[in-house]
């Protein structure tokens, strides 16, 4: 990334934002710096662009997960605008990286701005993407944290995937978190998430802790069954796995050394070196220097070899029976436990089975209520279906009786009606008579 813009340039500091970054192979050489960014809040309406800007931006905040690969799939067409695109990590966050890109004109920095601002990465993850406008990057210095590679990024103008030179004119270029260049068409290619050339890997693996306390000092990992545990001197939690499974062997992640909790000392006489990455003997030495004895024969190398081959002979011997040993015993461990886990299976079996039979017992005893109730159901819905017939019946018939009853009693009213006329008439003549009279 073009570091020459002087910071006489940048914003006032209302509106700007100083980042400390750093890149590089941690185990070889860090190259560390500042980028100052246009401010979040200031650049927030993508119609208010900020006054003064360049064609430079900074994608914030990128998830390790997301390879270089990844990433470039996800900026899409404008892959072809991008004239150098450097990935470097923040200094705050250890899970996330941030892009520098440098576009081929003003009107690509704003478009991939306006597209991307708030974008989600993917659809399955909430985190989004946060760009700003790169005012300008500034590079404090370097730190050697080991024999530099002889392969760096200033004696490669080579793509090392495609063997071409790294011509801008040509196509983007892409700076990897190890300061590795590649064509941006090279790199998206390349679907592994470390570097094709020292195959530094930006997404690191966990720090170890320890399972029982979360302490991340003094861990030891048993070599049987890989539990980790803390250390004598913290909690001890690594003795107390030792003394619970019998475990006896564990390594010290520090110092990658095996400790026999039997034997109270370390079992190997062999590590290997951190200079040259050789195995050598601990605490070698001639067994004759402390007697004085200056014509000792281990000083020949032919001797000397063949006392080390001897010893390793030895070693690789004992270690064999000490292995054999150990998995004899861990073999009787697993099948006592089985045996329990076992036994503990039959009696859940022989509950479960006695617990079927009940409830089969009670699940018959509920049938039969059930049958039974469905007998004396249907046994009532046929009493009430011939109830309902000869209910029917019986309107019928009381109907013919109302009838024939109604029609028997029509002519003894008409009979009873004359009578009364008769009557009448009769009381009348009576009652004329005797007016006569």
């Known amino acids: ?6 910071a006489g340039e940048a914003s006032p500091s209302a509106t700007t934002l100083t980042l400390a970054f750093s890149s590089g192979n941690p185990r ?27 064609p430079l931006v900074c994608v914030l905040g990128v998830p390790n997960h997301m390879t270089y690969a990844d990433f470039c799939q996800f900026c899409g067409a404008f892959v072809q605008h991008m004239l ?11 899970d996330k ?9 003003q009107d690509s920095s704003d478009g991939f701005y306006k597209h ?34 002889s392969v760096t990024s200033s004696e490669q103008p080579t793509c090392p995937v495609c063997l071409e030179r790294l011509d801008q004119e040509a196509g983007g270029t892409l700076t990897t978190i190890c300061n590795h260049s590649f064509h941006c068409s090279c790199i998206s290619k390349w679907t592994d998430s470390s570097c094709p050339v020292c195959r530094y890997c930006q997404q690191q693996p966990e720090k170890s802790t320890c399972f029982v306390c979360q302490t991340s000092e003094d861990l030891w990992m048993c070599v049987i069954c ?26 010290g992640l520090e110092t990658q050394r095996v400790w026999d909790y039997v034997g109270d000392n370390y079992v190997h006489r062999l590590i290997q070196s951190k200079t040259d990455g050789k195995l050598v003997v601990l605490n070698s030495g001639c067994s004759h220097a402390g007697k004085g004895d200056s014509s000792c024969d281990c000083s020949d190398p032919g001797i000397s070899e063949a006392m080390l081959n001897s010893k390793v002979e030895a070693i690789v011997n004992e270690y064999n029976e000490l292995l054999s040993t150990q998995l004899e015993n861990q073999r009787l461990y697993y099948e006592s436990l089985l045996q ?34 469905l007998a ?12 309902l017939k000869n209910q029917d019946i019986w309107k019928a018939k009381l109907t013919e009786i109302v009838e024939r009853e109604k029609n028997a009693l029509r002519p003894k009213d008409d009979k009873i009606r004359d009578l009364e006329e008769q009557l009448r008439v009769l009381m009348l003549c009576l009652e004329t008579g005797n007016c006569l009279e």
């Not at 990334?1 to 002087?6: A, E, K, L, Q, V």
């Not at 890989?226 to 003394?243: D, I, L, N, S």
């Not at 004396?376 to 109830?387: H, P, Q, S, T």
């Open 116 to 149: 991307f601002k708030g974008q989600r990465f993917s659809s399955f993850e909430p985190e989004t993407c946060n760009v700003l406008f790169l005012i300008n990057v500034q590079h404090t210095g370097s730190i050697e944290h080991g024999q530099a590679s």
């Open 97 to 105: 990286y941030s892009a520098l890109i440098t576009f081929d004109s």
């Open 84 to 94: 150098e695109m450097q990935i470097v990590r923040n200094d705050e966050t250890e």
């Open 340 to 373: 329990e886990e076992k036994k503990e299976i039959e009696k859940e079996i022989v509950a479960a089975v006695e617990l079927a039979a009940i409830t089969n017992a009670k699940l018959l005893k509920i049938n039969a209520k059930i049958d039974k109730c």
């Open 376 to 387: 004396e159901k249907k046994f009532l819905d046929d009493v009430n279906e011939n109830l």
């Open 28 to 54: 070889i050489e860090e190259t560390r710096g500042v980028m100052h960014l246009f401010r979040d809040d200031f650049t927030s309406s993508s119609s208010h662009l900020p006054v003064g800007r360049k």
């Open 1 to 6: 990334m073009d570091s020459g813009h002087n």
């Open 226 to 251: 890989g539990f980790v545990g803390c250390g004598r001197y913290k909690e001890g939690h690594a003795t107390m796995h030792w003394q619970e499974t019998q475990h006896c062997y564990s390594l």
